[in-house]
């Protein structure tokens, strides 16, 4: 479901600034006094940098950032679906929402006007993580072995789903362990339960595997490895090569790895173009006083963002200051009106689709992921996607 900006008039005021702190005096920078963020879990990437975060707002700004833990992706984004909260510090799952898939393919979802404000790409990368005394050292090594699987969380699933791509494996060449959220995977493996679970190598949870009697090893994924390549990318078209230079067990030299920019700063049209203008400002204006707060934090520097990747929308907000700082370019408009075409197509299929779908919500997802499938590919445009299969 599409909600319209209209639906909630005081978000909205609240949003355009009618309501300041009056300590808000800082250079040319108008926020609320206060600001709610979703993240993951306690102790997780993003939950440790949104709380850096809201340190360095208050100490220059005097704004309270109250930041709300979300076990899974749905978790996450019904308070800004809600307008419960302006913003998410996301994964993944802000991309699926906009795409309507998975999950967000479900009646009360569909394909969501979510944008981007921000993002922190750092030298933490994704990966799975194993536990070193399972023996098991390559991704292809993972057939037939106990792999955490996230309820309700596609993006996990989904992004562990591209790594076994990697190596010519799916889920059904794994023995799924589900469990009820991201520690809770980190949890598994330690207590033997799992023997594999998938996150970011500077996640703090990933010291407590290191810590544990099973010790950890991250699994790399080759850089020349073409056609493992192919096929992760068919899975995460958002996905990059990297080198990861942090997190237990890396070497000096890095390992070569795959990423994607976690976390990303999303938000709904219940936030004014203002408000997301000055949040960015302000990201990047107080950078030097977060950047250290948290493993990772450093990623958030505007020197890190990349404008020409990916598959979700910047902000009108964000892009203005972008472009007031000469970091908008013709690449960056090109991939944004690419973007929102994309965009457009997904939101005008779903308005006709659901007209005729079908009442019972297992097969509503099923009819809708293969019409998006088909849809997206009858265009030649990246579908994510290789069934239309319910992840759940």
């Known amino acids: 479901m599409i909600r319209s900006p209209g639906r909630c008039l005081a978000g909205a005021l609240f949003g355009a600034g009618l309501s300041l702190s009056p300590a808000l005096a800082a250079p040319d920078i108008a926020l609320p006094q206060t600001l709610v963020w979703t993240a993951y879990d306690i102790g997780s990437t993003g939950y440790s940098q949104a709380v850096g975060i809201g340190s360095a707002l208050k100490n220059n700004l005097g704004i309270n950032l109250r930041v709300l833990p979300g076990k899974n992706d749905v978790s996450r984004l019904v308070p800004l679906r809600e307008d419960r909260a ?154 990059f090569p990297a080198i990861a230079k942090e997190g237990p067990t890396i070497p000096p030299e890095g390992m070569q790895m795959a990423s994607a920019a976690y976390p990303v700063l999303a938000t709904m049209p219940f936030t004014s173009a203002d408000q997301n203008y000055n949040l960015t400002k302000a990201m990047v204006t107080f950078y030097d006083a977060y950047k250290d707060s948290a493993p990772g934090a450093y990623g958030w520097s505007i020197d890190r963002q990349r404008f020409t990747e990916g598959l979700l929308p910047f902000n009108e907000g964000a892009i203005r200051f972008y472009k007031e700082v000469d970091r908008w370019t013709p690449e960056a408009q090109a991939k944004q009106d690419e973007n929102l075409a994309r965009r457009k197509l997904l939101q005008e299929t779903w308005a006709d689709f659901i007209k005729t779908a079908p009442e019972d919500a297992v097969e509503f997802q099923r009819a809708w992921m293969k019409l998006r499938y088909e849809t997206l590919r009858s265009r030649g445009l990246p579908a994510i996607q290789d069934s239309w299969d319910v992840i759940s």
């Open 86 to 239: 302006g913003y998410s510090a996301t994964g993944s799952e802000s991309s699926y929402a906009s795409e309507g898939m998975y999950l967000f393919g479900s009646r009360e979802w569909g394909p969501q006007p979510i944008t981007q404000l921000i993002m922190s790409v750092s030298d933490g990368t994704s990966a799975m993580v194993t536990a070193r005394d399972a023996g098991i050292k390559t991704v292809a090594d993972l057939k037939g072995r106990r792999v955490a699987w996230v309820k309700s969380a596609a993006s996990l699933q989904n992004s562990i789903r591209g790594h076994l791509a990697f190596a010519g494996l799916t889920w059904d060449d794994v023995i799924k362990v589900e469990v009820p959220g991201y520690a809770a995977s980190v949890q598994a493996v330690i207590d033997g339960q799992a023997d594999a679970a998938y996150g970011t190598t500077n996640s703090a949870p990933f010291l407590k595997i290191e810590a544990s009697p099973r010790g950890l090893r991250f699994l790399p994924l080759p850089h020349d490895d073409e056609a493992g390549w192919k096929r992760l990318l068919d899975v995460l078209p958002f996905f």
